[in-house]
């Protein structure tokens, strides 16, 4: 907002200009009388020719019994107090009083327009600016002297030095998370690790079978709760930014057939059988070993809620928008209510397996939708399983829940 200093500026810059248009106006009907006085007092000299003389000093100097004399005369002929007819004057003072105007709002437009192209100008500046700052360089803020938009440039400046600063530190705090992540990751595997090496020790040595039973649980709950900490700590990577991913293109059955791998001893367990189909040739953008996890940890739920001797089916398919991955068990397929919540960490669905602890489907999206993918469930239209995971060729625009609201409800 204006200051009153500011404001009673203003108020006597606008009465000074008016100020000044009158006196131009009065000065231009004075001259436009003077002129038309001028073109009569020539046309009375060539009347009287011979007389020039004494009328020029009659002009020049005229006397109280000349001046008297004349307008005797002027007033038998009708001009009294006045020579120039009053219509000519109201004529010349429009005329000059337009003329004026225009003039003046010809001025004042092509200020106001020159005004609008410096506010144009400095808005641009600031939006790129802005843009420079959200990408992460921060230059030097233009200034273009003191107007309406010092006071916007100030507190911009202000906030977008303490936005630089709070970024600062949150890179700070990522890589202090990162090293004490790191450092956990250290102090919990070493002591689980020692566990599992003195529990296979253990059942080596035992002969009695209800120790050896025991040995075998430890080994078992060691190897669960390696895996729990190992997922914790990379879902946790994810979250602060931290986790390392080396994106680039590989072939999607390559990262089925490592992912396959990891499971391969449940399949066998289960006897069940993972047949990959769809194009050979698809490829996907993204890190090949953390994808193989992401698609390891779907794998295994659909093992672990198929029927013994079932199959699994991975295929792969690629198209100008995206590279799909889809994995289907033949399982009883999920419920309704449970769909929306499969993603979030520890749920335990209607059908959850004994023992799971529902962390490997929020691993496994977190890690798909930090590479820019999307992944989510659905029911096949045989009412099973099916896990679909998109990488798109461009960061994805369109809304996926037309296609989510295709699930059949089993």
């Known amino acids: 907002m204006k200051s009153k200093g500011q404001r009673a500026a203003v108020t006597t ?16 009907v004075v001259r436009r009388c003077e002129a038309a006085f001028y073109d009569r007092a020539a046309a009375v000299a060539s009347v009287f020719p011979d007389k020039a003389s ?3 000093a009659a002009l020049k100097t005229p006397s109280a019994a000349d001046l008297l004399a004349g307008r005797n005369i002027l007033s038998a002929y009708s001009y009294k107090g006045q020579l120039l007819d009053a219509r000519f004057i109201a004529a010349e003072i429009i005329g000059v009083s337009l003329l004026y105007l225009l003039c003046f709002f010809i001025i004042a437009a092509l200020a106001l327009a020159a005004g609008r192209r410096r506010e144009a100008r400095r808005i641009a ?28 440039e100030d507190e911009l400046y202000k906030t977008v030095s303490a936005l630089r600063e709070s970024r600062e530190m949150a890179a700070l705090g990522k890589e202090n998370l990162a090293v004490n992540l790191a450092d956990i990751s250290h102090q919990l595997k070493t002591p689980l690790t020692g566990v599992s090496l003195m529990g296979e020790l253990l059942l080596h040595s035992l002969t009695d079978k209800k120790q050896r039973q025991a040995a075998e649980t430890i080994i ?31 072939s999607a059955k390559d990262v089925i057939s490592s992912a396959v791998q990891a499971v391969d001893p449940l399949l066998k367990q289960k006897r069940q059988n993972l047949v990959i189909q769809g194009d050979s040739d698809s490829i996907l953008f993204c890190d090949f070993g953390w994808t193989a996890e992401a698609l390891g940890n779907l794998i ?14 991975a295929a792969a398919e690629q198209n100008p928008i995206y590279t799909q991955i889809t994995i289907e068990d033949e399982g009883p397929g999920f419920s309704p209510e449970d769909i929306p919540h499969l993603f979030e960490r520890f749920y335990r669905g209607k059908q ?7 962390i490997g ?19 096949s239209k045989d009412c099973s399983a099916r896990y679909v995971i998109r990488f798109y060729e461009h960061a994805p625009e369109e809304n996926n829940e037309y296609i989510r609201s295709l699930t059949p409800n089993c």
């Open 54 to 56: 004494d009328l020029m």
């Open 352 to 358: 959850a397996v004994r023992g799971s602890i529902g």
């Open 125 to 152: 500046d600031l939006v790129q600016y802005l843009r420079q700052v959200e990408s992460g360089v921060y230059p030097v803020l233009p200034r273009s002297g003191e107007d309406k938009f010092s006071h916007l």
């Open 220 to 250: 078992s709950q060691n190897s669960r709760m390696t895996d729990l900490v190992s997922s914790l700590l990379t879902l946790s990577k994810l979250d602060a930014g931290v986790l390392p991913l080396n994106r680039k293109p590989v």
């Open 361 to 379: 489907l929020a691993l496994a999206k977190s890690i798909v939708e930090r590479q820019g993918g999307e992944l989510y469930a659905e029911n």
């Open 300 to 313: 295994k739920n659909c093992s672990e809620h198929g029927p013994e001797g079932s199959q699994i089916t």
């Open 13 to 28: 810059g606008l009465m000074g200009l008016c100020l000044l248009f009158c006196l131009a106006v009065s000065v231009a």
